[in-house]
């Protein structure tokens, strides 16, 4: 277990279903003295503990991360339909990611917690769960002092856009959530707040080494 003096997080993916829950979270929680956000627009919160910087993330190799933050939150995320093309997508879910985790490195952040997918694999045939994959085990071997890799479910909650999937995914589980439980509850869709928390718990044990979690861990973290 790593002892910590200093309390600043930082997040980037702000703006994310996720990253919008996790500033709520960080900026009413004891722990933190100072939350940052990197975003592209203004969150709109007014809050003491809020530092907001506009960054220009096809520049992010420009920006450095501050020698204070303790905790690096990465949220990025995104979609290849949203993206345009599976170069744009790559560079968004792979590319950003890997960047940051190396900015956070130099700065001797010491735990960095990330959103990837439920499925995640490099040597996957689908192109969203591979790209995910290479970008855990590029992670995973840039040696962070504490790497935490977030695998959520189809997630739950208010989009600014609409994903025909995840309404469809709400509605089923409402119905029928009685089929997602043994092998099949990591499948049970999660809602983004609870995934939040799961990140901030997992950041807060302040523990060495590389983990995975997968969905289901996530349920059992926010009863913990």
Known sequence: MLTIKRKTALVVGATSLVGKELVKLLIASNEY???IVWV???????????????????KLESYEIQQDVAHVYCCLGTTINKAGSKEAFQRV?????????????????????????MGASKDSKVF????KG???????????????IIRPSLLLGKREEFRIGEGLAAMF??????????????????????VAYAMYRVANQEITGNYIYESDRLFTLNKE
């Open 40 to 58: 592209r627009r203004s969150l709109g919160i007014n809050h003491k503990k809020l530092q907001e910087k506009h960054i220009n993330f096809e």
């Open 93 to 117: 879910d792979l590319t950003y990611p890997l960047l940051l985790a190396r900015k956070a490195k130099l700065a001797g952040v010491l735990q960095f917690i990330v959103i990837s997918a």
């Open 173 to 194: 589980t409402a119905i029928v959530p009685f089929l997602f439980t043994g092998v099949l509850k990591k499948y049970k869709p999660i809602p983004a707040e609870m």
């Open 128 to 131: 969203y769960s591979r790209t």
């Open 33 to 35: 003295e100072k939350v």
């Open 134 to 148: 290479e970008m855990e085990e590029a992670l995973q071997n840039l040696d962070l002092p504490g790497l935490h």
